[in-house]
């Protein structure tokens, strides 16, 4: 299937011929922008048990929340370099949060923010989706029952439009 945008798909990475195309971002405003993507990693009960049972989960691997957090900055730093036609930001903010959202479900946060002429929303889902997966590789000795869950852009501002899931979508309400 070909979709392009002189077709009225709306689609910003096809160009008219319908061929996959880098977005010119030349002519856009340089503003603040920042984005917020969350990820679910949602243990077996034994397992968040026992991750939950010291101030910093640590497995053979190591410390499980820092290592996760590193990861994540990494990955949204790298983020050019894994979806092609993102284009590689200064990144001038990335945070990775981790905290228990209920007894099983462990809630990942990135929130990345540059000042340039194109979002960070792939940057921040880059890093939550990457500590998640280090989350996993970190526990998956204790089981291979865990699952990543509603990866997902929480909010976004400062480019043409802003976007807020609002809090009735955040992981405190969403739920395994």
Known sequence: MTVSRAGGSGLTHVDAQGRPSMVDVGAKAVTRR???????????????QALREGAEPVTRKGPVVHTAIIAGVMAAKRTHELIP????????DCR???DWHDETTLAIR?????THRTGVE???????SVAA?????M??????DIEIRAT?????????????????????????
């Open 34 to 48: 920042e984005a917020t993507a969350e990820a679910l990693v949602v243990f077996p009960a034994a397992v968040a």
């Open 85 to 92: 036609f993102c284009h590689p930001l200064p990144l001038e």
């Open 96 to 98: 990775v949060t981790l």
């Open 110 to 114: 990135c929130t990345v923010a540059v």
């Open 122 to 128: 792939m940057e921040a889902l880059t890093g939550a």
């Open 133 to 137: 997966l280090t989350v996993y590789d």
């Open 139 to 144: 526990c998956k000795a204790l089981s291979h």
């Open 152 to 176: 997902r852009l929480l909010a976004k501002r400062g480019g043409r439009r802003d976007f807020d899931r609002g809090p009735a979508h955040a992981a405190a309400e969403s739920g395994p």
